[in-house]
Structures are given as C-alpha cells and as structure tokens.
C-alpha cells in the first residue's frame, strides 16, 4: 500500500537558517502530495500542495516539488523564524472514491532558536 | 468564517468508563473525518463521513467506537468502556475534498 517516510526529529534550527525536511513515498498510481503543519496548540492545517509530478507546492516562504523520479516531496524554506516552529507532516492520497484517504507520515518537530 | 470545533479539548477518565467527543465541522463541508493521533505519529482515519453516510470505517474498532453523524453536520464520537490506550489525541476534520482537510484544535484524552 501506500506509504510515507519523514525524516526523523527533532530539528533545531537557529534563526534565519536553511531548512530541508526529507519526505519520500511508496505509492500506486499518482497520488497527491501534501505538507501539513501543526503549531503548538493548534490544529493541523495545510501548508502547500501539489498534485502532478513536477509541481511546485508554495506558501509562507516554504517550498516542495513533486518529483515523480526520486519518488520524493521534500520541504525547504530559505530563512527560517522562530514562528515556524511546529510539526511537519508530509501525507499522500490513497485510493479511490469511498476508500480515499490521506497517508500520514510520522511528523517532523521544528525548533528555531532565536 | 468558523474553523472545526470541537469540545471537550481535555478529557481525563478512568478505564471502563464512556466518553464522547463532539464536532462541529466547516459550515458547508459535507466531508467530515475522525482521526486519533498517538504521541509522536501522524493521524490514524478512524472513519470518514459524506453527509450522513459513513464511507469508511475500516479502521474503528467497532467492539467499544462507535460514531455517528445525524442530519450531516454535527458528528459524535464515543468509547464504551475505554481502555488505557485509547489515551491518544482525538482530531476531526471537515472537507469540501480529500485535497484539502480543515482540521479542529483537538480533544485530549487520558485514560487513567
């Protein structure tokens, strides 16, 4: 079936740094891929997005592109602020019509420090 | 516009007793999702609903969960009798599609 790998956490991070979180997947067909970010508190709420291979899913400063080749949907942004600390999750589409779902991976915990 | 709702946002119960979570999804959205949320792991569909009808519930444990979701809007998810790992975080979700899913704050549960 359907699956999604993360990189594992916690990722500390000092302000203004690079930051790369690995997303791979295991999938059938051409699923759609997903960032989705938990703020401390908070629910989970959709970062970006991108539905074909090559897409670039796009917002607040992240970016993640949909490579079909390296099966991967990997999450950068450029500069990082200490309001993004929270929990990543990278999730895929599964089936179809009634068994359509999102595939979870485990989640990435950011920390940025001031 | 109002996001998901959900209540109580903290439970503490001891095993064997029932609990019930409730849920008020997106006005509109006729998608609406339960999930459970262990520490340290990403969401679990426990069932997913289109209006009234449940599509999916593979993944509820139907000997002691059960939901259900009168009139397409509001959802109710209960356990009768909890057991201590249930202890985990209870999310609801609504949806107009799969491609984007609005999720509430959450309820804390503690089995004890």
């Known amino acids: 079936g359907n699956s999604v790998t993360q990189m594992e956490g916690p990722v500390t991070l000092s302000e203004e740094a690079f930051l790369t979180i690995n997303c791979t997947y295991t999938?059938?067909?051409?699923?759609?891929l997903f960032w989705y970010v938990q703020y401390p508190g908070e629910g989970l709420q959709l970062l970006l997005k991108?539905?074909?291979a090559d897409d670039k899913g796009s917002n607040k400063g992240f970016e993640a592109t949909y490579r079909k080749e390296t099966t991967s949907f990997h999450l950068e942004k450029g500069s990082v602020q200490v309001s993004d600390s929270a929990v990543y999750f990278c999730?895929?589409?599964?089936?179809?019509?009634?068994?359509?779902?999102?595939?979870w991976g485990l989640g990435t915990s950011l920390a940025v420090n001031p | 516009e109002a996001g998901v709702v959900q209540s109580p946002r903290y439970k503490i119960i001891e095993k064997k007793q029932p609990v019930a979570f409730w849920c008020n999804p997106i006005?509109?959205?006729?998608?609406l999702y339960w999930y459970r949320q262990n520490l340290g792991q990403g969401p679990e569909l426990l069932i997913r609903?289109?209006?009234?009808?449940?599509?999916?519930d593979s993944q509820l444990p139907k000997d002691r969960f059960s939901a259900e979701r009168l009139k397409g809007v509001d959802s109710t998810l209960k356990i009768q009798p909890a057991e201590l790992g249930d202890s985990a975080v209870y999310l609801c979700?609504?949806?107009?599609?799969?491609?984007?899913?609005?999720f509430g704050p959450g309820t804390r549960l503690t089995v004890l």
């Open positions: 979700a609504s949806s107009l599609s799969v491609y984007e899913q609005f």
């Open positions: 006005s509109g959205h006729n998608t």
């Open positions: 991108a539905t074909k």
């Open positions: 999730a895929l589409t599964s089936g179809g019509g009634n068994n359509r779902k999102l595939i």
């Open positions: 609903y289109e209006n009234e009808e449940a599509v999916d």
């Open positions: 999938a059938t067909g051409y699923p759609s």
